[in-house]
């Protein structure tokens, strides 16, 4: 019985970065070997176990035999007899089918080392082509390893692979709970942009996310990018938002913001918004395709339809501002709309010349949520049914049922709150512009 670390932990220690999780495979035992030894089995599909006392991962070495299309298509087969190498052949890349023993000597018969060197993504055998999964682990790897002048290619024969992959409908069988995890994971690495330049180049963006994979061709407005097209005007969003380290949220909201311009002229751009309302419907249905979580669906939506309201903010009217507020649920949820406030910073930021720009309409709108905020919605409901109630016990016609100061009092209430909040926007923009 021997145990190696395996995986991400032997190729991260060798490119010098910091190791969070070590992964084990135990060749030569069999499960009741483990058992005997005190550790706790946890695996459903293989028999994995947890250390006695450090609670790490050991799996058995094991092969595997694709029986269905998809990623749960497999059959696992685990004995002492099961090589290392006949474990490591069935890994994804070359650099992560790197074994290290407890001796500290590397174990690495698909040359992953000078693959690391070379900072190629490889894969490791035709058994890749068997896991569409892998297609999106990739594609997250080059999103975490795009340091400059160091990043990592994908070697043309995987890309080939991976193509042929897609054609054979291998992502298709994908569930979207696997897809988001994958996305959601490669938005939140260094530089998101290179996890959908792999996906597009495969194919599998088309399949997976379709209404991002349109903007690519779409040209930008020749005020703003003209040198590029909408889908690398996105790219450079996302990039943007994760060199700020925003949260997921505001991350998936930058990347979709635009999604309406794959679907309208671009000559109608700047008279007539009619691609933010179709963004909106188009993030939609991504995000119950993906079953993408609430908080990200939520500010998705709420950028792709007002993105452009907030850069035009400073031209509004008070009353239009506050319609924007109300329709964003910014009184009960200040702090998302804030954070779409930064979402559309980032189409801001996401263009060229980032020296000369500035994007003042996120202090601006701060300024006027705080003003439309500090008006106290409770005293004026109190004050509106006070009058309401002096009004009724007056009139002649208190005991009538249609006295108009009994008519849907929760409308003046709610209409009187609007009103305040118009005039203290009103006043506030004043300020600012004094």
Same mark, same amino acid.
Request: glycine share 6%; net charge negative.
């Given at each position: 019985?021997?145990?190696?670390?395996?995986?991400?932990?032997?190729?991260?220690?060798?490119?010098?970065?910091?190791? +969070?999780?070590?992964?084990?495979?135990?060749?030569?035992?069999?499960? %009741?070997?483990?058992?005997?030894?005190?550790?706790?089995?946890?695996?459903?599909?293989?028999?994995?176990?947890?250390?006695?006392? $450090?609670?790490?991962?050991?799996?058995?070495?094991?092969?595997?035999?694709?029986?269905?299309?998809?990623?749960?298509?497999?059959?696992?087969? $685990?004995?002492? =007899? /099961?090589?290392?190498?006949?474990?490591?052949?069935?890994?994804?890349?070359?650099? =992560?089918?790197?074994?290290?023993?407890?001796?500290?000597?590397?174990?690495?018969?698909?040359?992953?080392?000078?693959?690391? +060197?070379?900072?190629?993504?490889?894969?490791?055998?035709?058994?890749?082509?068997?896991?569409p999964v892998r297609?999106?682990?990739?594609?997250?790897?080059?999103?975490?390893?795009?340091?400059?002048?160091?990043?990592?290619?994908?070697?043309?024969? $995987?890309?080939?692979?991976?193509?042929?992959?897609?054609?054979?409908?291998? /992502?298709?069988?994908?569930?979207?709970?696997?897809?988001?995890?994958?996305?959601?994971?490669?938005l939140m690495e260094?530089?998101?942009?290179?996890?959908?330049?792999?996906?597009?180049?495969?194919?599998?963006?088309?399949?997976?996310?379709?209404?991002?994979?349109?903007?690519?061709g779409v040209p930008?407005?020749?005020?703003?990018?003209?040198?590029?097209?909408?889908?690398?005007?996105?790219?450079?969003?996302?990039?943007?938002?994760?060199?700020?380290?925003?949260?997921?949220?505001?991350?998936?909201?930058?990347?979709?913001?635009?999604?309406?311009?794959?679907?309208?002229?671009?000559?109608?751009?700047?008279?007539?918004?009619?691609?933010?309302?179709?963004?909106?419907?188009?993030?939609?249905?991504?995000?119950?395709?993906?079953?993408?979580?609430?908080?990200?669906?939520?500010?998705?939506?709420?950028?792709?339809?007002?993105?452009?309201?907030?850069?035009?903010?400073?031209?509004?009217?008070?009353?239009?501002?506050?319609?924007?507020?109300?329709?964003?649920?910014?009184?009960?949820?200040?702090?998302?709309?804030?954070?779409?406030?930064?979402?559309?910073?980032?189409?801001?930021?996401?263009?060229?010349?980032?020296? =000369?720009?500035?994007?003042?309409?996120?202090?601006?709108?701060?300024?006027?949520?705080?003003?439309?905020?500090?008006?106290?919605?409770?005293?004026?409901?109190?004050?509106?049914?006070?009058?309401?109630?002096?009004?009724? %016990?007056?009139?002649?016609?208190? =005991?009538?049922?249609?006295?108009?100061?009994?008519?849907?009092?929760?409308?003046?209430?709610?209409?009187?709150?609007?009103?305040?909040?118009? $005039?203290?926007?009103? %006043?506030?923009?004043?300020?600012?512009?004094?």
């Open positions: 019985m021997k145990t190696y670390v395996v995986g991400g932990a032997v190729r991260d220690e060798l490119l010098g970065f910091p190791v +969070q999780d070590r992964d084990y495979v135990v060749v030569g035992a069999t499960p %009741q070997q483990m058992l005997d030894l005190g550790y706790t089995p946890v695996g459903k599909d293989f028999p994995v176990f947890l250390h006695p006392k $450090t609670h790490e991962e050991y799996a058995l070495a094991r092969t595997e035999r694709k029986t269905a299309a998809g990623y749960k298509g497999f059959v696992f087969h $685990t004995d002492a =007899n /099961v090589t290392l190498e006949q474990d490591l052949i069935r890994r994804d890349l070359t650099i =992560n089918a790197i074994a290290q023993d407890d001796q500290g000597q590397l174990i690495d018969p698909f040359n992953g080392q000078a693959d690391l +060197q070379a900072r190629v993504f490889r894969h490791v055998s035709s058994a890749f082509e068997e896991d297609i999106l682990r990739l594609a997250r790897f080059a999103a975490r390893f795009s340091q400059e002048p160091n990043a990592f290619s994908v070697a043309p024969e $995987t890309m080939t692979l991976m193509q042929k992959m897609v054609a054979a409908g291998e /992502v298709d069988a994908l569930v979207p709970e696997r897809v988001w995890q994958e996305v959601s994971r490669g260094a530089k998101p942009s290179r996890m959908f330049e792999v996906l597009r180049e495969c194919g599998a963006l088309q399949r997976l996310m379709p209404e991002l994979a349109a903007l690519w930008q407005p020749a005020k703003h990018h003209p040198e590029i097209d909408t889908g690398a005007h996105v790219m450079l969003v996302v990039d943007y938002a994760a060199q700020q380290g925003y949260s997921l949220p505001i991350r998936f909201a930058a990347l979709l913001h635009d999604l309406g311009k794959g679907t309208s002229d671009p000559e109608q751009w700047p008279r007539h918004h009619g691609h933010e309302e179709r963004g909106v419907e188009l993030v939609k249905a991504l995000c119950a395709r993906l079953k993408v979580p609430t908080e990200c669906r939520d500010l998705a939506i709420m950028t792709a339809r007002d993105h452009g309201n907030v850069g035009r903010s400073q031209e509004m009217r008070p009353a239009s501002l506050q319609d924007m507020l109300e329709r964003n649920d910014a009184f009960r949820k200040p702090q998302r709309f804030l954070d779409m406030l930064k979402a559309a910073e980032c189409d801001c930021f996401g263009r060229a010349g980032l020296e =000369n720009i500035q994007f003042p309409q996120k202090a601006y709108l701060g300024r006027v949520l705080a003003a439309a905020q500090a008006v106290d919605a409770g005293l004026i409901a109190q004050q509106v049914m006070q009058k309401s109630a002096d009004s009724t %016990q007056t009139s002649p016609n208190s =005991n009538s049922s249609h006295s108009s100061s009994d008519k849907f009092p929760a409308q003046k209430i709610a209409e009187a709150i609007r009103i305040a909040r118009i $005039t203290a926007i009103r %006043q506030s923009i004043e300020i600012i512009g004094s």
